[in-house]
């Protein structure tokens, strides 16, 4: 059974920096492509960053290029995402999720396996 569970949220100021931990089980990463996604009150769910255990291919939201920054440790089976120079929009809920394949893709629906989400607050 593939289980994922998040670690690492909380509350910072504009400005700090988090990072959030994604621990998975009963798969292999090599095989799975790995994505962090948010939903805040009132939105959609949205896809943040992905990484493909495959090939290493990244992929980041417009909204957070060159302030996050995803990785993994493949022995581990995390997938970590360093949230830099946090804004006050980044506030949401991430949840860390899995999809068997090497391609990236960033709909939520193509994923099959979530973790139960963790909150980071950013203030002003």
């Known amino acids: 059974e593939v289980q994922l569970v998040e670690s690492g949220g909380g509350m910072v100021q504009a400005g700090e920096s988090l990072r959030l931990s994604c621990a998975g089980s009963g798969f292999t990463f090599e095989d799975f492509v790995v994505g962090w996604f948010r939903q805040a009150p009132g939105k959609e769910r949205e896809g943040v960053s992905c990484?493909?255990?495959?090939?290493?291919?990244?992929y980041y939201a417009d909204s957070v290029k060159g302030r996050f920054t995803i990785s993994s440790d493949n022995a581990k089976n995390t997938v970590y995402l360093q949230m830099n120079s946090l804004k006050p929009e980044d506030t949401a809920v991430y949840y860390c999720?899995?999809?068997?394949?090497?391609?990236?893709?960033?709909?939520?629906?193509?994923?099959?396996?979530w973790g139960q989400g963790t909150q980071v607050t950013v203030s002003s």
């Open positions: 990484i493909s255990g495959g090939d290493g291919s990244t």
């Open positions: 999720a899995a999809y068997p394949g090497v391609v990236i893709v960033t709909p939520p629906d193509f994923y099959d396996c």
